[in-house]
């Protein structure tokens, strides 16, 4: 069973900012593709942003472009998703997603193979 790991949810206020981390299996990480998703109160979950193992493929999910940016750290075995400028509609858990047949690009959860316990992001108005 690969474990995946966030942390850095918290609570924050509208227009203040937060870096989410998710740690993951070295074998894991340098190999597929990793992304974020979230599921906000009574919502379904939801695509947010993703890279490719090599990061030339980057998508974020409309809502979010310009606010929130996506990285990773291969020698740290570290996904990251810095949000910014947030907003009271960003509160939802925040998961971390991987999976071998997955692409960013698709902007779904189709080919996920493994998540995230979450983490949770609360943006006070």
Sequence with gaps: QVQLVE???GLVQ????????CAAPTLIFNRYPMGW??????KE??????VNWNREDIAYTDS??????????NPKNTLYLQLNS???????VYYC????IWSP???SAAGVSYWGKGTLVTVSS
Excluded: H, N
Aim: net charge positive.
């Design 45 to 50: 979950r939801e695509f947010v942003a993703g």
């Design 37 to 42: 998703f979230r599921q906000a109160p009574g």
């Design 86 to 92: 947030l907003k009271p509609e960003d509160t939802a």
């Design 64 to 73: 979010v472009k310009g606010r929130l940016r996506i990285s990773r750290d």
């Design 97 to 100: 997603a991987v999976g071998a």
């Design 14 to 21: 509208a227009g203040g900012s937060l870096t989410l981390s």
């Design 7 to 9: 942390s850095g949810g």
């Design 105 to 107: 690009m698709t902007r």
